[in-house]
């Protein structure tokens, strides 16, 4: 018979490595000539300053209507806990294009497909070490919001009737924040919500209570029909109480305080557990993590 202990006191449950030193991080600026054969394409890459050739790697899909700074919050955390972020510019969708294009004309299939080719450009462009850091084998996770959320998942097997990725390697991680089950966004980009099980990697799926933005009266529910359909050995959904879908970008550098602790400490965590491996990553994700969810109020499935 395994000995009871008791739970550690609440007093301390912390969110994961948020008070602890932080790396030197640097932002710089890349281009690729766009996939399409048009213009080039902005690539960001947010990284510790002092790195080897290889570190854990970070592509980032925004969603749509995205402005550059919309994760930069998560950028900024990650490299400073030694994670190489990297995120194209979605010209086709981001707020430029939805200004001049209406929501509607940015959110569609073509952009799909052209945000598909975008990512595929820049995971080859890594790949090749074309800016002098490739990810480390074994370490590639893909990470999107919203649209972003659901372009991501097509390169960890998520199904759309008109878009066939070519994923340049595996990707061993997958982070999705509002992700859609069977709701508008799907059904206009064409993507099975079924095929949410076909996802077999470590999956993070994140949501907000308030998070009911194009949802087809189904509010927040829509975002645990993924969770729901999953079939990932390794799968978790961090609903974060009070937050709405714009909550998780960020608007002339803010972001709503339990937002912000609870996306970027959770996101480490998975990352360092079942990315990296590490021990007390998978520690905070078992014991502490519930309580710190509830202190914030949150929830874990």
């Not at 450009?121 to 070490?129: F, H, R, S």
């Not at 990932?232 to 937002?259: C, M, N, Q, Y």
């Not at 905070?284 to 109020?297: I, N």
């Amino acid at each position: 018979m395994e000995e009871y202990q008791e739970p550690p006191p609440f007093e301390q449950a912390a969110p994961y490595r948020m008070d602890e030193p932080v790396l030197a991080i640097q932002t710089r600026t890349e281009y690729l000539d766009h996939p399409s054969g048009r213009g080039r394409l902005r690539v960001d890459l947010t990284s510790p300053a002092e790195h080897g050739e290889s570190l854990p790697t970070v592509v980032i899909s925004p969603g749509l209507g995205a402005h550059r700074s919309a994760t930069r919050y998560i950028e900024s955390f990650l490299a400073g806990r030694g994670y190489l972020v990297v995120r194209p510019t979605h010209g086709g969708s981001d707020w430029t294009a939805v200004a001049l294009k209406t929501p509607f004309g940015a959110f569609s299939r073509t952009e799909l497909r052209r945000r598909t080719s975008e990512l595929t450009a820049t995971i080859k462009a890594l790949d090749e070490g074309l800016w002098g850091v490739s990810p480390e084998e074994g370490r590639l996770c893909m990470m999107g919001h919203s649209f972003g959320a659901l372009t991501s998942g097509l390169f960890a097997g998520l199904k759309a009737d008109t878009v066939e990725v070519n994923v340049p390697r595996a990707v061993d991680t997958l982070i999705v924040l509002s992700p859609y089950g069977n709701s508008f966004p799907t059904q206009r980009l064409g993507i099975d919500p079924q095929s949410f099980g076909n996802l077999v990697q470590p999956t993070l799926f994140v949501s907000g209570t308030k998070d009911d933005l194009w949802t087809l009266g189904k509010g927040s529910r829509s975002h645990l029909e993924p969770y729901m359909k999953c079939q990932a050995p390794v799968k978790s959904h961090l609903l974060i109480g009070g937050t709405r879908h714009g909550h998780f970008s960020e608007v002339f550098g803010w972001v709503r305080r339990d937002t912000r602790i609870m996306v970027n400490s959770t996101i480490t965590a998975f990352l360092d557990a079942h990315m990296m491996g590490q021990t007390r990553g998978l520690d905070y994700l078992q014991k502490q993590l519930p309580l710190v969810a509830f202190e914030h109020g949150s929830w874990v499935l």
